[in-house]
């Protein structure tokens, strides 16, 4: 079963394009990641798929209900991470924790107080006395204290410390182990890289492509780094290139055997060839696309 699936899901803020025809499709039991800086749609597609806004045109179906008419069961299965939450003032972490999950009709003391151990959460602290990282750990508890089926994560991490960071994300592969469906919102590739299988790039509102993360990083780019000296004025395929002190590196996506013909005529004392990190493939995609258009 499809745990997300959109067909031509428009929004419009009046004139403003928030996400135009987007169509989606995440199995039930993937780690799922969706790419795209800021304003490029992440959050307006979060918030439609959630209920909190409505969409201008098309249809999404949340584990085949669909969101507009059968919002509130799809609610009972959704654990939803806001990119930034705000709390009721004067409440203390474990009655906000106990209202969240009463708010489910279920018991999660027992759940929501390992996950505060594990994050370093102090719950018998006020929220109005904790850090921008703390009220993001008190959201992340609140969505993930009731084991939903789908978690919808809207740039998680930020304002955690990198240690807190490697627990969140164990956590959150235990969840995905045990069946619950990740959909991980970022800007931050490197967590994509590290933990999702499949992941849609968005631009300006449209999903451009969408893949295994293994296959998107596999491309005919290659990055090249050397020292040395060497003539590539003529060199077709070659761009984000830089020099440093003593040495050049750029993409390459050209004729790999004029490359090497063109380095073997320089003086090259060292040379690396490798693939490129999911932060180069990610610019090559939105390269590529804003070509096209």
């Known amino acids: 079963m499809e745990a997300i699936k959109t067909s031509s899901l428009t929004k419009y803020y009046g004139t403003s394009r928030g996400i135009d025809a987007l169509n989606l499709s995440v199995r039930e039991g993937e780690f799922f990641g969706f790419i795209g800086p800021n304003g490029a749609g992440k959050s307006t597609t979060i918030r439609t798929l959630t209920g909190l806004i409505s969409p201008t045109s098309g249809s999404a179906q949340i584990f085949g209900k669909d969101i507009r008419t059968e919002r509130e069961t799809i609610l009972k299965n959704i654990g939803y991470l806001p990119s930034e939450a705000v709390f009721y003032p004067g409440m203390k972490v474990k009655d906000i924790l106990k209202l969240s999950a009463h708010m489910r009709k279920i018991n999660c003391s027992k759940r929501a107080k390992e996950l505060c151990e594990r994050l370093q959460l102090d719950s018998s602290r006020k929220v109005d006395q904790l850090s921008f990282g703390n009220r993001k750990k008190v959201a992340i508890v609140c969505a993930l204290q009731s084991n939903p089926k789908l978690l919808i994560l809207d740039e998680p991490t930020g304002g955690l410390d990198p240690l807190i960071q490697r627990e969140f994300f ?19 590739l490197s967590e994509i890289q590290r933990n999702c299988s499949r992941a849609a790039i968005i631009r300006e509102g449209r999903i451009i492509v969408c893949d295994q993360v293994d296959a998107l990083s596999k491309t005919n780019a290659r990055r090249v780094t050397l020292h040395g000296s060497v003539a590539l004025q003529g060199l077709d395929g070659i761009r984000d290139k830089t020099d440093g002190n003593g040495f050049t590196s750029f993409l390459y996506s050209g004729d790999m055997n004029l490359l090497l013909q063109t380095l073997a005529a320089g003086h090259i004392t060292d040379l690396s060839i490798s693939e490129p990190d999911l932060e180069e493939i990610f610019l090559h995609y939105y390269e590529k696309d804003g070509d096209k258009a």
């Open 170 to 188: 164990e956590i959150l592969r235990e969840q995905n182990r045990k069946g619950a469906t990740i959909f991980l919102s970022s800007h931050v």
